[in-house]
C-alpha cells in the first residue's frame, strides 16, 4: 500500500510545471536581484579607494600654539582616519563660535584619510592631525575642555587601544566628551560612561553600546543628548545638531544662531527640542536597490584651494559617496597642504598631473574668493575641455553643501534618490528636499532584466527538438 500511495504521489505532480514555475521566478525576481546586488557591490567595494593614502614627502607644519583666552576643544581620531561629516562638522562649528582653540590630534602625526559614512573606503581627501598624542601633552600639557570623538576608520578596542587610554587619561574634571555617531562606540568600550544617561544610533550602534557599556541608561530617537561632563549624538549628520548644543552650551544662545546662520543651516529647531523618529533605516536598502540598477558611477573632480570649508568638504562626499552615484576626486594644482578657512589641514590625493578622468569638475565651497577663482583659472587653462560648474557659489547663509548636494543628485538622478540619502544622513532638512521625480530608469531597467530572463526561459523551453530519422527512413543507394 506504501508504495503504491507513493507512485500515485509521484504521477500526481506535475514536476514539469514546477520546474518551469521555479524557472520563471528566478529569470522575473532573482536574475534582477542578482544583477543589482552584484552592481551595487562593485560600486560599494571593488571600486572603492583604499583606505591607506598614497606616500607625502611634504614638510608639515609646525603645531600651532593655543590662544590662551579660548577653551580647548580635540577632536580626535584614530590610527586610520576617522569619518569626513562627523570630523569636519564638529571642527568647522567649533571653531567658528570663537569659544574654543580647535584641534585635530591623533597617535601619530602623518597624512591619514577621511572616509565617507556610508560606504566602505576612503574619500581622496586626507589630512594631517595638528598634534600627535605626545606633541599635545608636550606643547599643550592639558586636559582639554572638549574631547571630541566621531566615528574611527575600522575601529577596534583593540587596534585603536591607544586612542581609547589617552581619552581616559585626559578627561579631566573640567574636561565634557562628546560623541558623534560610531564614536559613541568607542566612548562605551573608554568605561567612562558608566552611570550616565546618552543615546546612540539605533540601526549601526544601538546593541554595540547596551553591551559593551551595560550600566549606562541608553535613548533611542534623540539626535542628540547632554548628560552633563557626557554628551552624545545619534549618527552623521546629528553631529550638527550636538555640536551646535555645544556651542550653546558654552557660548550662548545668540552665538550659536550666528553660528547656524554663517553655515546656512536653518533648521534649529533642534536646539530645543532634539526628539526625531529616525526613518534612515528604511531608506538603506532603497539606495543600494536603486544603486544596482544605475549606470556607472559618475567620475566627479573636486577642486580644492586654500580657504575651503570644512562642512563644504563633507557636504559634498558624505552626499554624492552615499547615493552611489558618485565618485569624488579632490584634485590641487600640486599635491600639498591645504589648509581650511579654519585651520584644517587637507592633502588632496590628486594633482592636476595625476587626476584620474573624469565627467564633471566642481569646485568646493570656501571663503576665499580669489584663491577659489585662482584654481579655477589654472584648471581652465589645464584642460579647458572639461570646465569647472560652480553649483556650491551660493553655499553660506540660507544653504549648506548639504542642500547643493542634495539638489544635483536630485537634477542629474532623481528626487527619490537625493532625498532617502538625506533621510539616510539623517538630515534634519530631509523632509524638505524635492523628491517629485522617481528612479524610473532604474525601473525600467529592472524591468527589462526581467523581461530577458523570462524570455530566455520561454526560448529555451518551447525549442523544438529535431525530428528522427530512423535508419530505414534513409533512401538507400539502388
Not at 22 to 50: C, E, F, H, Q, R
Not at 272 to 298: H, V, Y
Amino acid at each position: 500500500m506504501r508504495k503504491f500511495l507513493s507512485a500515485s504521489l509521484r504521477r500526481g505532480i506535475a514536476w514539469r510545471r514546477v520546474f518551469l514555475l521555479a524557472a520563471y521566478i528566478s529569470a522575473i525576481v532573482l536574475l534582477p536581484l542578482t544583477v543589482g546586488m552584484g552592481n551595487w557591490m562593485y560600486k560599494a567595494l571593488v571600486s572603492a579607494d583604499p583606505l591607506q593614502p598614497p606616500a607625502y614627502s611634504g614638510a608639515l607644519p609646525a603645531p600651532p600654539a593655543p590662544d590662551p583666552g579660548k577653551k580647548i576643544a580635540v577632536v580626535v581620531v584614530g590610527t586610520e582616519g576617522a569619518e569626513i561629516g562627523d570630523t569636519l562638522e564638529a571642527y568647522e562649528i567649533l571653531a567658528r563660535s570663537g569659544a574654543f582653540n580647535v584641534y585635530s590630534i591623533a597617535p601619530q602625526r602623518t597624512v591619514l584619510p577621511l572616509v565617507p559614512g556610508p560606504q566602505p573606503g576612503a574619500s581622496t581627501l586626507d589630512f594631517v592631525p595638528h598634534f600627535s598624542f605626545a606633541e599635545y601633552d608636550a606643547l599643550v600639557g592639558r586636559p582639554p575642555d572638549l574631547i571630541v570623538v566621531p566615528a574611527l576608520a575600522n575601529y577596534s578596542p583593540q587596534h585603536d587601544a591607544v586612542v581609547l587610554d589617552w581619552i581616559r587619561g585626559h578627561f579631566g574634571p573640567n574636561t565634557t566628551l562628546f560623541g558623534i555617531c560610531i564614536g559613541d562606540e568607542v566612548l562605551a568600550d573608554t568605561g567612562l560612561l558608566a552611570g550616565h544617561t546618552a543615546t546612540a544610533s539605533d540601526i549601526q550602534v544601538f546593541p554595540y553600546v547596551q553591551a559593551h557599556e551595560p550600566n549606562a541608561r541608553w535613548l533611542p530617537n534623540l539626535r542628540y543628548y547632554d548628560d552633563g561632563s557626557i554628551i552624545t549624538s545619534e549618527a552623521l549628520t546629528t553631529g550638527i545638531d550636538a555640536t551646535l548644543h555645544v556651542v550653546d552650551r558654552f557660548a550662548g544662545r545668540a552665538r550659536v544662531l550666528e553660528v547656524a546662520r554663517e553655515i546656512g543651516y536653518t533648521d534649529t529647531e533642534v536646539l530645543d527640542d532634539a526628539r526625531f523618529n529616525d526613518q534612515s533605516g528604511n531608506e538603506i536598502l532603497k539606495t543600494m536597490l536603486t544603486a544596482g540598477f544605475e549606470g556607472p558611477k559618475q567620475q566627479l573632480g573636486v577642486l580644492l584651494y586654500d580657504g575651503v570649508t570644512e562642512l563644504g568638504a563633507s557636504g559634498i562626499v558624505d552626499p554624492l559617496e552615499g547615493s552611489y552615484a558618485a565618485r569624488t576626486s579632490f584634485i590641487a594644482p600640486e599635491r600639498k597642504i591645504i589648509r581650511s578657512a579654519n585651520g584644517f589641514l587637507f592633502v588632496p590625493r590628486y594633482s592636476f598631473d595625476t587626476a584620474p578622468t573624469v565627467d564633471r569638475v566642481l569646485v568646493a565651497p570656501g571663503e576665499n574668493a580669489w584663491a577659489k577663482n585662482e584654481v579655477i583659472a589654472a584648471w581652465s587653462a589645464f584642460k579647458p575641455q572639461r570646465p569647472v560648474e560652480d553649483i556650491y557659489q551660493n553655499v553660506g547663509p540660507g544653504e549648506m553643501a548639504y542642500d547643493a548636494s542634495f539638489a544635483d543628485i536630485a537634477r542629474t538622478r532623481n528626487g527619490s534618490l537625493a532625498r532617502g540619502i538625506a533621510t539616510e544622513l539623517v538630515y534634519a532638512g530631509a523632509p524638505q528636499v524635492p523628491a517629485a521625480t522617481g528612479p524610473v530608469a532604474e525601473v525600467l531597467t529592472a524591468l527589462m532584466i526581467s523581461f530577458m530572463g523570462a524570455a530566455f526561459v520561454f526560448a529555451a523551453t518551447h525549442r523544438r527538438s529535431p525530428r528522427r530519422v530512423c535508419l530505414w527512413q534513409i533512401p538507400q543507394p539502388a
